[in-house]
C-alpha cells in the first residue's frame, strides 16, 4: 500500500516487524519530522477521511497506544497529551523496548525484568481490571459508548485526566461514525471488539492494533511485535513542508497547532493568511500572537506552541 496524502501530511505505511520499524520511527519522531498515531489518532483520521482517503479505516494499523498485562492488571499507556507532539515518558520507555534485540515472552516485551513493569507508572498510564471489561467480544455501540477500557484509550474525559482528554463529543464521534460506517459499508451492527492477550503472570508489552471496518475495527493488543504482517502508521508533515512555499507553507505550521488552541484562536491565525500574507505584513511577532492566546493553552504544550509560530511568522 502506498503512502496516503492528506492535505498538509502524509500518512506513511511502514510494514513489517514492530520490533524493527519501532526504533526507526522513533529516531525519526526525535528530529521532528513526525509522529506515530495513536489509536484514538488514527480512528479519527480514518472517520474524518474516508471520503478521499478509505484505505485509513479499512486497512489495520499498529499503534504507540501501548497496552501492558499481567495477571488481571490492563495497562494502557497513552503516547501524548491532547494536542502535543511529545511523547509521555512511559511511552517512550515502553517504545524504547520494542526492537529486535529483545527476547520476546508470549510474543510481547518481558516486563518482568529491570522493574519494567513497576516503571510503566504516571502521567498517561491507567490500570484497569480485566473482570471490569467486556472483552474478546463485538461491541454493540451502546456498549463501547460505556466500555472502560476503549474510552481511555481514545480520551474520554470521564476516564483520564485532563491533560489527556479529548472532548467528549469529540469520543462520541469517533465511535458513532465508526458504527455508522460498519452499517453502511458491510452491514455490521456490532463491532469495536477489545481483544488482549490471554491470562498469564508474565508481564507483557504489546502495541494496540486498530483493525480494518472491513474486520469491524477491532482493537487487537494479541499480535506478536515479530508478526511479519506488522503496520506501523506515521504521521508526517515533513514532504509538505519542503514543497510548500510562502503562505501554504505557512498553512501547514498551523495545522500544528490544532488541538493545542481553542477553536476561535486557530481561526484568527487563519482568516490573517486566508487575507494573503497579511499575518506577515502586520510584523506580528510570536510574543504578540502568544499574548492573545496565552490564556487558552496549558503550560505543558506552550513549548511546542511556541515553536509552531515561530516557524509560522517565518515564512
Not at 460498519?182 to 477489545?194: N, R, T
Request: hydrophobic residues 35%; glycine residues 10%; aromatic residues 6%.
Amino acid at each position: 500500500m502506498e503512502n496516503i496524502q492528506l492535505e498538509g501530511r502524509t500518512i506513511e505505511n511502514h510494514y513489517g516487524r514492530n520490533v524493527d520499524k519501532a526504533p526507526a520511527l522513533l529516531e525519526r519522531w526525535k528530529k521532528g519530522e513526525g509522529v506515530i498515531p495513536s489509536e484514538a489518532d488514527i480512528r479519527i483520521l480514518g472517520i474524518r477521511n474516508f471520503g478521499n482517503a478509505p484505505e485509513l479505516a479499512n486497512n489495520y494499523w499498529d499503534t504507540s497506544t501501548l497496552s501492558a498485562t499481567k495477571g488481571k492488571d490492563v495497562k494502557v499507556i497513552l503516547p501524548y497529551e491532547a494536542g502535543s507532539r511529545e511523547l509521555t515518558e512511559s511511552a517512550r520507555f515502553g517504545l524504547n523496548l520494542i526492537n529486535s534485540d529483545e527476547q520476546l515472552v508470549n510474543y510481547g516485551i518481558n516486563l518482568d525484568v529491570d522493574g519494567r513493569w513497576e516503571q510503566l507508572e504516571g502521567k498517561g498510564v491507567y490500570t484497569l481490571q480485566r473482570e471490569d471489561l467486556i472483552l474478546d467480544k463485538d461491541l454493540t455501540e451502546a456498549q463501547a459508548m460505556k466500555h472502560k477500557l476503549l474510552l481511555t484509550k481514545l480520551g474520554h474525559p470521564d476516564h483520564v485526566d485532563g491533560n489527556f482528554a479529548r472532548s467528549a463529543d469529540e469520543v462520541a464521534e469517533i465511535i458513532g461514525k465508526t458504527f455508522e460506517l460498519g452499517e453502511s459499508e458491510h452491514g455490521y451492527d456490532a463491532m469495536m471488539g477489545q481483544y488482549l492477550p490471554g491470562v498469564s503472570d508474565k508481564g507483557v508489552l504489546k502495541a494496540w492494533c486498530v483493525d480494518g471496518l472491513g474486520s469491524r475495527a477491532w482493537s487487537d493488543a494479541r499480535d506478536g511485535l515479530d508478526d511479519v504482517f506488522g503496520r506501523f502508521a506515521f504521521d508526517s508533515v515533513g514532504d509538505a513542508k519542503s514543497n510548500a512555499e510562502g503562505i501554504d507553507k505557512a498553512r501547514i505550521q498551523l495545522q500544528s497547532l490544532e488541538g493545542m488552541l481553542q477553536t476561535g484562536q486557530t481561526d484568527q491565525i487563519g482568516s490573517a493568511l486566508d487575507e494573503r500574507g497579511q499575518l506577515r505584513q502586520r510584523l506580528l511577532t510570536t510574543e504578540q500572537i502568544y499574548s492573545v492566546i496565552g490564556d487558552y493553552i496549558g503550560s505543558a504544550n506552550e513549548s511546542d506552541v511556541r515553536k509552531a509560530i515561530d516557524d509560522l511568522t517565518k515564512q
